[in-house]
């Protein structure tokens, strides 16, 4: 690996850990859209932040204090309706409403490591975007002069813009870049995305930013959504050109460009009204994973474990919305003319009842598949967005640890391996050996969850052709401890129709717990190893992250052993 390339993933690896978007000695960058919601609305100040880049620039930093009545607030939310206000209200009006007028409601809930791990990850695309346009100018400073130097560029015909801003008629959008065809004097929007292709509210957030910006009166020619190819795979130093790939939407813009005016309008109208929408939010519809950060809030009626939580009710929205119009929430109350699936009636049973249900044989015959001894194991892993390694492709996972517990029989307390990579290098060699080296020809491999571990051990051979008989060979192995719950072999009310294994452990082994521990979920572990391979932190501060790591991935094995030890003492009982 070249110095460069070394520093540069090194400064990625370091965004990444940062726990703030602001630093005294690093660039900031805006947050994107889909992970913003616990940024307060009037929070954001201008500040200026030394050049990083080599390129031109005024930057815009984050949060300090700020005058509710200032004129050049950036993002005045009371009297203007930002890109992100738009997507959201789509998303749900009042949860919208709520951001603005009541924002000590909307940032109640703190954010969750996944919704940490979405910005993280935003951030690091756009600013490795960037570098698709060499010469670029990053417009950062305070409110005024970004407004000012967005003027000034656009007046001396700057080629490239990194977050210039617009603003009228009440409307608010920062762009990620604005690029100049100097033939025609027209400009080409570029939204930066850190999916692996456009999506439907992409089209939305482009066309509202597009809409704006005619309305400035600036010749808007082409809009594009610039996005992660699934299908490259890095080779020696980053190809930008290879790892973006350019989705040209003019045309699809264009065709909801009357549909998109017409709700910014609604939009503004909506949301600038001083009274708050009365009843309950639009996610009132929906199934539990899409409800609104505020939906308790809107919807104090609704019972904790409700019509939301059916299995895959989010499916049905017909069926959801037919309960919810009969004022049906409560799991009791459900109507017997309902038309719901075998999964989802076992789940109502089990907590109307009482008690759970169990298919003895069926258990039974699951667990005599297996063979000692018993390979407890689960990996931990780093989703990155953009490879850090030879041979990935974006959000290729890096596998840097996993916990092992060996049952040699029934009788016998398990026996306790484990691996952890600590360096700032593809782990993948050491990984495999550890594996080799800990886990028999014979026995049971028991996972929660195979299509991960199968694919993970997938990519492991892709990557390293000479271990394609033992990989091929673990996963001929590989036994999903989940499968017994999912066909509902043991539905107990306490369940709640999930599967997880954290769901699974309270019931069957309740002396074991995950909230004692400082990592309680894999989100939190994966932003936990960025941290140790920064460089940012002290030897003593690595050692406690890396024995969070180990108690974490320790109890996520054992907890199998643990299950699988209450279903066969259950069975011989």
């Known amino acids: 690996m070249t110095p460069p390339i070394a520093t540069r993933l090194h400064s990625l690896i370091q965004l990444l850990a940062t726990p703030t978007r602001r630093s005294s000695n690093s660039q900031s960058f805006p947050l994107p859209a889909n992970a913003i919601r616990h940024l307060h609305p009037l929070s954001f100040v201008p500040e200026r932040t030394p050049d990083v880049s080599g390129r031109s620039t005024v930057g815009l930093g984050l949060p300090q204090s700020l005058d509710y009545q200032s004129s050049t607030c950036l993002y005045m939310a009371m009297a203007r309706i930002s890109k992100t206000d738009y997507m959201l209200w789509r998303e749900c009006p009042k949860n919208a409403w709520l951001k603005i007028h009541k924002p000590d409601t909307y940032y109640a809930s703190e954010l969750t490591e996944f919704e940490k791990a979405i910005i993280d990850s935003g951030v690091e695309v756009e600013e490795v975007a960037r570098g698709l346009f060499p010469g670029g100018v990053l417009i950062i400073g305070p409110a005024e002069e970004i407004r000012q130097a967005t003027q000034k560029h656009l007046a001396a015909r700057t080629p490239t813009l990194f977050q210039p ?28 995305k850190s999916s692996t292709k456009p999506k439907e509210e992409h089209l939305h957030d482009v066309a509202f930013q597009t809409l704006l910006v005619r309305r400035c009166g600036v010749k808007i020619e082409r809009i594009f959504i610039v996005h992660l190819n699934p299908g490259y795979e890095r080779s020696g130093d980053l190809d930008l050109a290879s790892l973006f790939t350019t989705a040209d939407m003019t045309a699809k813009v264009d065709e909801i460009a009357g549909t998109v005016a017409r709700e910014i309008e609604e939009a503004r109208t909506y949301l600038l009204n001083d009274v708050e929408p009365s009843g309950p939010c639009s996610c009132i519809y929906k199934g539990r994973s899409r409800h609104c950060s505020t939906f ?26 037919e309960m919810i119009d009969a004022g049906v929430f409560a799991l009791e109350n459900i109507p017997t003319h309902i038309n719901l699936s075998d999964i989802q009636q076992a789940q109502i049973r089990a907590y109307n009842s009482g008690e759970t249900l169990i298919k003895k044989e069926a258990i039974a015959g699951e667990l005599k598949k297996l063979k000692f001894p018993l390979y407890f194991i689960d990996y931990e892993t780093y989703p990155s967005a953009i490879p850090l390694f030879e041979k990935y492709a974006p959000y290729h996972h890096v596998p840097f640890q996993y916990s092992l517990h060996i049952a040699r029989s029934p009788d016998e307390e398990p026996l306790h391996m484990e691996f952890l990579h600590t360096a700032l290098e593809d782990p993948s060699k050491l990984f495999v050996r550890s594996l080799q080296k800990n886990i028999g020809s014979i026995g049971s491999v028991v996972v929660w969850n195979k299509s991960f571990e199968s694919g993970i051990n997938e990519d492991l051979a892709r990557r390293l052709p000479d271990v394609l008989g033992f990989i091929a060979d673990l996963n001929d192995r590989i036994y999903d401890l989940k499968e017994i719950f999912s066909k509902q072999y043991y539905v107990h009310k306490n369940l709640w129709g999930k599967v997880s294994i954290k769901n699974v452990l309270p019931v ?55 299950i699988w030890r209450a279903l066969h003492d259950m069975l011989e009982a």
């Open 296 to 321: 308790r809030y809107s919807n104090p009626h609704v019972p904790e474990y409700s019509v939301h939580d059916i299995s895959r009710i989010g499916n049905s929205p017909k069926k959801l919305k």
């Open 165 to 192: 801003i617009f603003e009228r008629d009440g409307f608010l959008a920062l762009l990620d870049v604005l690029d100049l065809n100097s033939e025609t004097n027209g400009y080409s929007i570029r939204e930066i």
């Open 508 to 562: 069957l082994a309740p002396h074991l717990n995950y909230s004692s521990l400082d990592i309680q979920e894999g989100g939190a572990a994966s932003i936990t190893w960025c941290k140790i391979v920064s460089g940012r932190l002290s030897k003593e501060e690595c050692s406690h992250l890396c024995e969070a790591l180990k108690k974490y991935c320790g109890m996520d094995s054992y907890a199998m052993y643990a």
